[in-house]
């Protein structure tokens, strides 16, 4: 008996963006960014699934409520917070990531 392979889970399977300045590619738990930031960034699972989200979202602004929703194992805007914290503590220009006030967050593409 053959047992039918599995597809792989979202969070394993690679997520990649074109932006102005080359492609931002997500594979499991490592972000690859574009030259002249050339070395992979490990992530933590909870700023990996904001990474993801904000990736999907192509530069478009997603709310606290909507990422909440989309990461229901965040639990709390606190520690949404503190993802996005950790998130841009990880990536080499931590002003990819931009807060829009009143609004939410955005990945600058």
Do not use: F
């Not at 639990?75 to 990536?91: C, K, T």
């Amino acid at each position: 008996m053959t047992i039918p392979a599995r597809p792989p889970a979202e969070a394993d399977s690679a997520l990649r963006l074109h932006t102005s300045s080359g492609e931002i590619q997500v594979s499991g738990d490592t972000l690859h960014l574009p030259p002249p930031n050339t070395a992979p960034v490990q992530l933590a699972p909870g700023p990996l699934a904001v990474m993801r989200a904000l990736m999907k979202a192509q530069g478009a602004v997603l709310s606290r409520e909507h990422l909440l929703a989309m990461l229901p194992h965040c639990g709390s805007e606190h520690a949404l917070e503190m993802w996005v914290s950790r998130l841009r503590q990880a990536l080499p220009d931590p002003s990819m990531v931009k807060t829009v006030v009143k609004r939410g967050y955005r990945l600058v593409v």
